[in-house]
């Protein structure tokens, strides 16, 4: 398949800029409130995956490396047909993070911890990593529930590996 016919698959540019828009009428609305007003949305799974706990960011708010891809964002897609809930929830979440990041990842330890089946936990089915700090909170996170199985798909290969190089998968002291 040739780059352009591939090209003429993606999400247009007024598509990308109708669900920046929307992300960004979220954003101002989530970052007018209190932190204890936000609600983390921590999904239990839908039919693709399965139960699996999960928690997505906003794509490309989050995405290192979105420029590459934004185009051909699955979630976009997503985005664009349920609005109000899909882009609403992972505004809510990278507001959460934004505002209070130790308090996002207290709210996901939370959930996780009160979890007694099906522990598997997803990171991201929406968004990616998006610094060294948030990276090295999931590794800890993950090492305090050896019981669960957790995953994570990422482009932000940068962050990864420099993680990896000055750590050796050690958990970054906040």
């Given amino acids: 398949m040739s780059t352009k016919s591939v090209k003429a698959q993606g999400f247009s540019r007024e598509s990308i800029r109708?669900?920046?828009?929307?992300?960004?009428e979220y954003r101002a609305m989530y970052m007018e409130m209190g932190t204890d007003d936000i609600k983390i949305c921590i999904s239990t799974g839908n039919r693709k995956i399965g139960h699996v706990m999960n928690v997505s960011l906003m794509p490309m708010v989050t995405c290192a490396n979105c420029k590459e891809c934004m185009h051909f964002?699955?979630?976009?897609?997503?985005?664009?047909?349920?609005?109000?809930?899909?882009?609403?929830?992972?505004?809510?979440n990278t507001c959460l993070y934004w505002k209070d990041r130790n308090e996002y990842f207290a709210r996901i330890e939370k959930a996780i911890s009160r979890r007694r089946k099906n522990k598997f936990f997803r990171w991201h089915v929406a968004g990616d990593i998006p610094d060294r700090w948030y990276l090295s909170q999931m590794v800890d996170i993950a090492r305090k529930h050896p019981d669960f199985k957790f995953w994570t798909y990422t482009k932000n290969y940068d962050t990864v590996n420099e993680f990896v190089r000055i750590h050796g998968g050690e958990r970054e002291k906040a």
């Fill in 73 to 92: 964002c699955y979630d976009i897609k997503a985005c664009l047909q349920y609005p109000k809930t899909v882009i609403s929830a992972r505004m809510r």
């Fill in 18 to 24: 109708k669900v920046l828009r929307l992300a960004g």
